[in-house]
């Protein structure tokens, strides 16, 4: 399976926090690295029992491929900047 980074140059991955635009980012962990979106990609996100769903802003090319992105982290960091709803 193609990884999805090199698909989607949307996601970013990094192990240093300090690159990472906390305020504007929704941020989770994979295995070493965090991993992260900014706010630009995404139209909101919201969760129900522990499952976080990011919904793709229309103009991010994330729209094309995806009408949401479901994550299942044990920890997962939401930007002060990200719009949410439930």
């Given at each position: 399976m193609e990884?999805?980074?090199?698909?989607?140059?949307?996601?970013?991955?990094?192990?240093?926090?300090?690159?990472?635009?906390?305020?504007?980012?929704?941020?989770w962990k994979e295995e070493d690295y965090f991993i992260y979106l900014k706010s630009s990609e995404i139209r909101y996100i919201?969760?129900?029992?522990?499952?976080?769903?990011i919904i793709p802003h229309p103009e991010s090319i994330l729209s094309n491929y995806f009408t949401a992105i479901i994550l299942n982290s044990n920890i997962v960091f939401v930007g002060k900047n990200i719009k949410v709803g439930n």
């Open positions: 990884n999805y980074f090199t698909k989607f140059p949307e996601f970013k991955k990094t192990k240093n926090e300090n690159e990472i635009p906390w305020d504007d980012s929704i941020v919201s969760w129900s029992f522990g499952i976080i769903s």
